[in-house]
């Protein structure tokens, strides 16, 4: 029987979006991207092989889960066995901190938490780009949990340079997030399934790799000078460009809820009357106010006059995964 491994990985916001692959199994993407890691969003994980199990374990949250749900897992597993020369089953054993499957991105934090946790249970003694590349073949989101603070996925060509680099991870301004859950429940259409339905069929795709790539560029510009508006107001920006690629799907879809609409309306409002607050949304309805500390108050009060006050989760910046 190998040790028992435990990692720590938190969840990211992205704010420059990844959205559809190249490469579906190796989960190469069509753009680079870029995100926040955000501090109390996170998963830990427990991973120990074990040459009496007769097959991967998985429990998730304290429910041991069926063959067939725990099948990304698995997959995930088999490749680290392949890497690591090894062939005992694995005993997982993974506590989200993060609303799972809210479009609060725990896929990011689970595959990272897993991908530290597995690779060190067998005997992988992996770098951190190597980490976040094998992340990245859980899940593309998980690339980035490997790093703190701000972290662009690097789209690379193939398996061994498409991975994440830390952009800014001690973030030294007034920069925060909101979650606003909307709806606990697990999302409608699955980010892997919306992507490909879009990429495979709206003809506003091909828009979306180059236009993500300028607002990466000038993302990259806004961090560096610190420009909370600037990084808003792109990260809005960007969000939108990419729902509007499932409007266009064929048959199209939508994350959004009437909820949704109500938030982003109160962000405006916020800033009509001079307060800096922008939003962002995955492929879920819960909306993500990106505002600074000073102003979250006043954020926090307007909010709560249409949302229970426990729906309203303050995110400050977040560090890289850990072993605990
Ligand atoms: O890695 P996935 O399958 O969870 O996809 C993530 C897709 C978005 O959350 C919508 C965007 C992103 O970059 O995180």
Redesign the pocket.
Known sequence: MTKAITARAHTNI?LI???GKLDADLIIPQNS?L?LTLAPFYTDTTVQFSPELSHDQIKIDGQLLSTAAGQRVHTFLDLVRQRAGLTAFAQVDSTNHVPTAAGL?S??SGFAALAAAASKAAGLELSLPELSRLARRG????TRSIYGGFVEWQKGHDDLDSQAVPFQEKIDFDIQMIAILLDPRPKKVA??AGMAQVVATSPYYAAWPPTAEQDLIAMKAAILKKDLNLIGQLAEANAMKMHATTLSASPPFTYFEPETLTAIELVQNLRNNGVSCYYTM??GPNVKVICSAKETPAILAQLQQHFPADHLLVAKPGPGVTYI
């Open positions: 992205a979006k990844y959205w991207s995100s991105a896929s990011a899940s593309g989101s998980a980010s892997r995955d492929a």
